[in-house]
């Protein structure tokens, strides 16, 4: 089979497209190139999606976790401290079996005529469940980064919004919420790359890949499995996930030039990379 | 375990569960709580001797040495732990047969790699197929104690070298000018006062490798996530003590022994921050020496 022909059989076999059985024997490098590369779209899938939901879910979080009323900081409060303080692996094991005991459980119900209990089993796919899981924690690790952004705008912005009397959402939309931003940037593209890395230990934590549909660590896997030779297929999910956080950084210091366009040049701050590891 | 507990059926309520509790398999469970602890105690020292090569590495002026730490530093860096996790734990395996294979085979002319398969001789299979369970295990715990070493040894690395860069330039110099060599300086100046600097990216480090450890699981040894699915899984009538599928349970209990550890580690983080700071020149430093 000519490369050609295994890139149409198999660039889009993570999403069920395409030829149905996994290269078995006489594995070629282009087999193992196409397929670990189709199985990265979930983990794009995954990441744009969580970051782009916890994004929301994370300002909200660090508001509440900066207001007075212990009614809504505390919960706040719970919430960071519960996802960041267990391990990821862990809390999707965690979700999956509360997911998989919840049509047990028994929750259906009808409204307007519309059954809603089947809506539970899709919980059970990684496609709705793992996003789910990694949406929360990302939200989690953001709103404490949108947290300490929060704490450190500098007085003088939020004493000259009071002197041209902005209050409540005028105030937060045109001076607390961009600035915020602008302060928490570098360390939130750290995070968009730890999530994106997150996103490998999904199909290894309880969620089974349907039909061998997988991530790119999924198909490395397989592949390290089926030729019991580690050293072509984890170089080449190491080399994609390399090129990502790359993508990954020229995405967001796109976004960080243009948060810090009002600044002299001298005061702009650079992304300084600093990676971490799993959660 | 104990008397009353041989015949399980005929149990009830509280007694049920206190049996249930501790029979065989859960003693196992609660003594691989040790095995993740024994983990955490081997890896973080060897880790943190491996950051210490690298960091040392990178600072050298010999250039193929430091390109060779900067390498390494960066690379574990870039790309997902999990990825390492499972590579290395073949990569190290094979390594090793392939090397004892070289050693004590020396006759042997088939290639190692044939088609699939990676085939040595008998005596460089490691630990050799006559070995008892227990060597395979403590085996297959170095492997997972030295890929995780490598792996947060790079993290150490980085941490450290951005510490032994902190230390002001001009303590460095004073040791200097009072004719301590480069080595001196380096041991009786900079490691010690590298150590306040190290602290807050050590920490965050300790809480990363304790949130990392139930990855063990996927290396094939049997830790706390092995035991609660085994253990948590339904059991029909044919075990001793038959009941539904509780894994979430056993779930919930590995997340709230996280929880607690890591809120632990915070607690002893900021003792220890708050100690080291005392009459160092930081801001730290200098609000405690006002308070007092």
Request: glycine share 8%; hydrophobic share 50%; net charge positive.
């Amino acid at each position: 089979m000519s490369c050609w022909e295994t890139f149409s059989a198999y660039a889009f076999r993570s999403l069920g497209i395409g030829e149905r059985l996994l290269p078995k024997a006489d594995i070629t490098l282009c087999e193992q190139v196409v397929l670990i590369g189709s199985g990265l779209i979930w983990n794009i899938y995954f990441a744009a999606f969580a970051l782009l939901l916890g994004f929301f879910l994370a300002t909200a979080l660090a508001v509440a976790k900066d207001t007075p009323s212990p009614w809504v900081r505390k919960p706040a409060e719970w919430f960071i401290f519960l996802f960041r303080g267990s391990p990821l692996f862990i809390q999707f094991f965690l979700a999956y079996e509360a997911f998989v005991l919840l049509p047990k459980a028994g929750i259906e119900f009808t409204l307007f005529g519309i059954e809603f209990g089947a809506t539970t089993r899709w919980l059970t796919r990684a496609w709705l469940g793992a996003t789910i899981v990694l949406f929360l924690n990302t939200a989690a690790y953001t709103g404490e980064i949108f947290y300490g952004a929060l704490r450190s705008i500098p007085k003088g912005d939020l004493e000259a919004a009071d002197a041209y009397g902005l209050t409540g959402w005028h105030k937060f939309r045109r001076v607390v919420w961009p600035t915020m931003l602008r302060l928490a940037w570098p360390a939130y593209t750290n995070e968009a790359i730890f999530l994106f890395h997150a996103t490998t230990l999904v199909f290894f934590s309880g969620f089974p890949a349907w039909k061998q549909m997988g991530d790119a660590l999924y198909y490395a896997n397989y592949f390290a499995d089926a030729t019991f030779n580690p050293f072509i297929p984890y170089p080449i999910v190491a080399g994609f996930f390399v090129c990502m956080t790359l993508v990954i950084i020229s995405l967001f210091g796109a976004i960080n030039k243009r948060l810090n366009r009002h600044l002299p040049q001298a005061r702009r701050r650079k992304i300084a990379l600093r990676l971490n590891l799993i959660r | 375990m104990f008397a009353s507990c041989a015949d399980p059926s005929s149990l009830e309520g509280l007694a049920w569960l206190a049996c249930y509790l501790t029979n065989g398999k859960h003693l196992l469970f609660y003594g691989s709580f040790g095995t993740v602890l024994l983990l955490l105690a081997v890896t973080a020292p060897v880790s943190l001797a491996f950051g210490f090569a690298g960091a040392m590495a990178s600072r050298s002026r010999f250039l193929p040495l430091a390109w060779a730490g900067k390498i390494y530093t960066s690379v574990v860096r870039g790309v997902p732990d999990i990825v390492f996790f499972l590579f290395f734990v073949i990569a190290l395996d094979q390594g090793i047969e392939w090397l004892r294979h070289q050693a004590l085979c020396p006759g042997w002319t088939e290639p190692v790699r044939q088609g699939s398969d990676f085939i040595v001789c008998p005596e460089a299979k490691m630990p050799l197929s006559t070995a008892p369970q227990t060597v395979h295990e403590i085996y297959n715990f170095s492997l997972a104690v030295v890929t995780f070493a490598i792996v947060f040894g790079a993290f150490a690395a980085n941490v450290l070298y951005g510490a032994m860069n902190a230390v002001p330039r001009a303590q460095l110099e004073t040791a200097h000018a009072y004719g301590m060599n480069d080595r001196q300086t380096f041991w009786r100046i900079l490691v010690p006062q590298m150590w306040v600097y190290a602290l807050p990216g050590l920490g965050n480090l300790w809480m990363i490798l304790i949130k990392a450890t139930p990855l063990l699981f996927l290396l094939g040894v049997r830790d706390i996530v092995y035991w609660a699915r085994e253990l948590g899984g339904s059991k029909t009538a044919i075990y001793a003590y038959p009941h539904p599928d509780w894994r979430l349970y056993y779930f919930l209990f590995l997340l709230v022994f996280y929880l607690a550890f890591t809120r632990v580690s915070e607690i002893v983080f900021e003792r220890l921050s708050r100690k080291l700071s005392h009459g160092q020149a930081t801001a730290a430093g200098e609000a405690q020496r006002r308070q007092a």
